[in-house]
Structure formats: C-alpha cells, structure tokens
C-alpha cells in the first residue's frame, strides 16, 4: 500500500522539482552550479516522500580532492533521489542524448551545464568528453559519471566503459569512487515494493590519474569499488 501511495507523490515531487529546476537553470544558463541547487531542492521534499534516509561514510572525501572524476555505481532511477541528498556543487553530469526529450528536465540538463553524449557517434561523444577537460583545468568543475554505461541492479557491477578514465587521464585529476548499497531491498519498482529505511553511501579513497594507462586506472577504480560494495550492501537496511 505504500508503494501506490509514496511512489506516485514522489513522481509528482520530481516534476514540480524539474519545473523549479528548468526556471533557474534558465536563467543561470549553463552554471555548474545548477545541478546542486536542483538537487537541493529534489532531495528535500523527494527522500522523506519515499521515506529513505542517506548514510555517508567518510563525505569529506566528496569535496577534499576538487576539481575530479566521481565515478559511482547506477542501480537504477531511484539513485537520483539518493545521490541529490549530497550532490556536490560545480560538478556536471553525463547523459546520454535521449535524456534531452524528457519533458522540462531534458532542457533543464542541457542548462545546468552536463555533458551530452552521443554513444551511436563516438566521434561527438569524443568531442563532448574533450570540451569536459576543458572544464575541469580552466573552470574547477568536477564530472559525475557512472562507468557501467547503464542501470544495472544487481551484482556484480556490468563491465565499465573507458570515458571517465580518459577524461581522469587527460584532464590530470583523480578519479574519486562512491558505491551505493543495495537500495532495491528498500525500494523495488518491479515489485512495487516500498518499505523505506535507510541506504548507505561509501566515498572511498581518491585514486591518482597521474602516469597511469587508462586500463590500469578502470582495473583499480573497479577493484576498490567492488571491495567495497558488500559493506555498502550490508549498511542499507
């Protein structure tokens, strides 16, 4: 009974969310910043709807090692409620284009700054990533991407694509891995499933690009996020 409750108010928390969002992202045309401010807003009202409470471990590391590649592992779209409760400021994320004809938030993304990929034309999807380094060495802006390419709820994580690395490598920054635990135990649309609690989120320790091969820096970020996913899993609850 919850579930036909609580999911269809947090929709309409997410539209009114991407209303507010699309009119600030207008006028503060393509600022960094506006996915925070977005994310301030549908965080509020958007967790205690689903009744989810975030628990982060060590979120000093979120802002200490700025500008960065936060890679993260992407579960499903209820990871947009729980990554906004702690979303950083100047910090863009990348979309596939498809995201773009989404009623009002297709546009707002596009105005809050983020990168567009294009993944059927890898010669866009390039230039998209080479305007990103662009951003992080001359405009302290940080880039969020998850490395899976798509919503993967189940274990282990799909095989990462090499986009974050390249951008890590070529940019000079380090890569700063998060793992989610498993919030579907909480919350399963499929099911239609809501009993609420609480999803733990890990920031583990910032892995240097510098002298690295984009396949050493994909095997070790991998590796750590894998290591730390079970205790991720085991602190959602």
């Known amino acids: 009974m919850q579930f036909w409750v609580r999911a269809p108010l947090a929709a309409l928390w997410f539209a009114i969310s991407s209303i507010l969002g699309f009119f600030v992202s207008v006028v503060l045309w393509r600022d960094p910043s506006n996915g925070y401010r977005f994310a301030r807003i549908f965080a509020w009202g958007g967790l205690p709807l689903l009744g989810i409470k975030v628990r982060l471990v060590n979120p000093e590391r979120l802002h200490d090692h700025r500008p960065c590649v936060f890679v993260a592992n992407h579960q499903s ?3 947009l409620f729980i990554f906004s409760y702690f979303y950083p ?3 863009v994320v990348t979309g596939k284009k498809e995201v773009f004809w989404i009623p009002f938030f297709g546009v707002m993304f596009y105005a809050m700054g983020n990168v567009i990929l294009d993944r059927k034309n890898r010669h866009r999807a390039v230039a998209a990533l080479d305007r990103a380094v662009e951003r992080i060495r001359t405009d302290n802006t940080s880039v969020w991407i ?6 993967n709820a189940t274990r282990p994580m799909l095989p ?26 909480l919350l399963d649309p499929g099911k239609r499933m809501l009993k609420g609690g609480t999803v733990e989120v890990r920031f583990l320790e910032p892995i240097p690009s510098e002298g690295k091969d984009v396949e050493t820096l994909l095997q070790e970020t991998r590796l750590r996020m894998e290591e730390a996913l079970p205790l991720a899993d085991e602190g959602t609850r």
């Open 77 to 79: 779209d209820i990871d």
């Open 160 to 185: 990462f694509k090499k986009g974050a690395f390249h951008l890590a490598i070529q940019a000079g920054v380090p890569i700063v891995p998060l793992v989610c635990g498993d919030h579907t135990k």
């Open 89 to 91: 400021p100047r910090t």
């Open 146 to 151: 998850f490395p899976e390419g798509h919503r």
